[in-house]
């Protein structure tokens, strides 16, 4: 694969010709936003929920519509993060900060405008980043063996213990259930059917889009109908949104300065959007030039968030794309909207399937712009959306969960395998159990699994193999600071504290 070649960028223009490519955008960048802007509504649910609907359309219309839903949904969080002050996915929390007292102050309409325009760039600079960092990376990665995607892998179920709140344990115990679940079915080596127990339709495996759907969007449904929590009336007029250049003008460093944070952030496995916008407002209370107002409701509260968790999208997609680790818990489920298109993300995608990487590059840009026309023009309409009653919003999503399972193979079974998905993720969301590893578990174990055996055929049982070859050494090195960091960092805490 010759690096940085036009045919790389311009090769998946002519199914731009088709008039479908730019619907399936604007329809998914519309959908995104609604679902973003309705609280407690999660940006992965909203995508995981949506994926079985893509199974029958082209790879590149169904990912055109699927990349629109993720940039909607992380831009649509902001909405209801300034009118409600109830962020309508996590990584809008830092925008509630200065967003919602701008709301309060009758700026709610300035305060959207300048979460737009700062996403826009941000959405921007991210696509940028990836046309250019892929297929440096893949042509790196189109070197790797079996022992390397072993290290890559690892370093993949590592960070379960990293992104799991609270308990380092329950995560753990969440992503061995995900390794468990991805096992069942027939051995890769030997062909041997494993906890099968008697179904034939376990033979192939569990399929991980119900299993998503269940986890994520069943289960939010039910959080959401024992729940009162989201039961807020907006208010809030809204007036004069596209912002005036001189604020454009001030906030321009603030959002170059987070853009660049919410790109390297969201290409670390497992970090997201959520830190993203943290360490972004986080930076801006220390180097912005009104640092000491932040938190009263000024631009820049709203601007570098906004920039970074919207940059983080194409920063997620990095890792994803090239090597087949998720960037975050949306680019997870967008790796089940691959598979099922019969496409395995990773260095090959970029030799094998260039056109398909070109047209999610194009994609990407695209939704940005209908993102940034969508959020200016459809600021009024998502403001009443969002107090759209519960009663009706919830069977709606139920319905659709259910005929997005049944459509993937026809089979009665998938709708069984939601529904216990869904339960089982209500449950280990009142215990504190996190979902994403049993997600990442899920899809990663196989390919841990095949890639590990393999490299101990090939060396005939030598486990040095791994330590042998520096690339292999080299990830499982990060591999042992990943698991050992945070404990070694506290002792040291601990020792400096004392001294």
């Given at each position: 694969m010759e690096l940085f070649s036009m045919d790389l960028y311009l090769s998946g223009l002519q199914y731009f010709a088709n008039p479908g490519m730019f619907l399936a955008s604007f329809l998914g960048v519309l959908v995104g936003i609604v679902f973003g802007a309705l609280p407690g509504l999660t940006t992965t649910m909203t995508i995981a929920v949506f994926i079985p609907f893509t199974f029958g359309m082209s790879p590149f219309i169904s990912f055109a519509f699927l990349l629109g839903l993720y940039t909607g949904a992380v831009y649509g969080g902001s909405v209801s993060a300034i009118l409600m002050n109830i962020p309508g996915t996590p990584s809008a929390i830092a925008t509630s900060l200065d967003g919602y007292p701008m709301s309060q102050a009758g700026r709610a309409g300035e305060a959207i405008g300048i979460s737009t325009i700062s996403s826009t760039i941000g959405g921007f600079l991210s696509v940028f980043v990836l046309m250019f960092a892929a297929p440096a990376i893949a042509s790196i990665a189109l070197k790797f063996s079996a022992e390397e995607y072993v290290g890559i892998t690892l370093i993949g179920l590592s960070i379960i213990a990293i992104i799991?709140?609270?308990?380092?344990?329950?995560?753990?115990?969440?992503?061995?259930?995900?390794?468990?679940?991805?096992?069942?079915?027939l051995d890769p080596i030997t062909g041997y059917p494993r906890f099968i127990m008697g179904r034939a339709e376990l033979i192939e495996g569990i399929n991980s889009i119900p299993v998503m759907i269940g986890m994520y969007g069943l289960s939010e449904m039910l959080v959401q109908i024992s729940s009162s929590k989201y039961k807020v009336s907006v208010v809030q007029k809204i007036s004069s949104i596209v912002p005036p250049f001189k604020n454009i003008k001030?906030?321009?460093?603030?959002?170059?300065?987070?853009?660049?944070?919410?790109?390297?952030?969201?290409?670390?496995?497992?970090?997201?959007?959520?830190?993203?916008?943290?360490?972004?407002?986080?930076?801006?209370?220390?180097?912005?030039?009104?640092?000491?107002?932040?938190?009263?409701?000024?631009?820049?509260?709203?601007?570098?968030?906004?920039?970074?968790?919207?940059?983080?999208?194409?920063?997620?997609?990095?890792?994803m794309l090239t090597l087949g680790i998720p960037g975050d818990p949306m680019t997870a489920v967008l790796m089940?909207?691959?598979?099922?298109?019969?496409?395995?993300?990773?260095?090959?995608?970029?030799?094998?399937?260039?056109?398909?990487?070109?047209?999610?590059?194009?994609?990407?840009?695209?939704?940005?712009?209908?993102?940034?026309?969508?959020?200016?023009?459809?600021?009024?309409?998502?403001?009443?959306?969002?107090?759209?009653?519960?009663?009706?919003?919830?069977?709606?999503?139920?319905?659709?969960?259910?005929?997005?399972?049944?459509?993937?193979?026809?089979?009665?079974?998938?709708?069984?395998?939601?529904?216990?998905?869904?339960?089982?993720?209500?449950?280990?969301?009142?215990i504190s159990i996190p979902i994403p590893p049993v997600i990442l578990g899920m899809i990663l174990g196989p390919l841990f699994e095949s890639n590990f055996r393999r490299s101990l055929m090939l060396s005939e049982g030598n486990w040095a193999t791994f330590v042998q070859r520096p690339i292999s050494l080299f990830f499982l090195i990060v591999v042992i600071l990943l698991l050992t960091g945070p404990t070694l960092m506290k002792q040291i805490k601990k020792v400096t504290t004392h001294k």
């Open positions: 799991s709140p609270g308990s380092t344990v329950k995560g753990l115990l969440a992503g061995v259930i995900g390794l468990i679940i991805g096992i069942i079915g001030r906030i321009l460093s603030t959002v170059v300065r987070s853009s660049f944070i919410g790109v390297i952030i969201g290409a670390l496995p497992a970090a997201g959007g959520s830190i993203a916008a943290l360490v972004a407002y986080g930076q801006e209370k220390r180097l912005g030039k009104r640092k000491e107002l932040l938190g009263t409701g000024i631009i820049e509260g709203i601007a570098a968030p906004e920039a970074a968790n919207n940059a983080s999208t194409g920063g997620a997609l990095i890792p089940g909207g691959l598979i099922i298109q019969g496409l395995r993300p990773g260095p090959l995608l970029f030799q094998q399937q260039m056109p398909f990487v070109s047209s999610i590059f194009i994609s990407l840009l695209l939704s940005v712009v209908f993102m940034c026309i969508l959020g200016l023009l459809g600021a009024r309409l998502y403001a009443k959306l969002i107090s759209f009653p519960k009663k009706y919003l919830i069977p709606a999503i139920l319905v659709f969960s259910l005929i997005g399972s049944y459509a993937i193979s026809n089979s009665i079974f998938d709708i069984w395998v939601l529904i216990i998905s869904g339960f089982v993720g209500f449950v280990f969301r009142k």
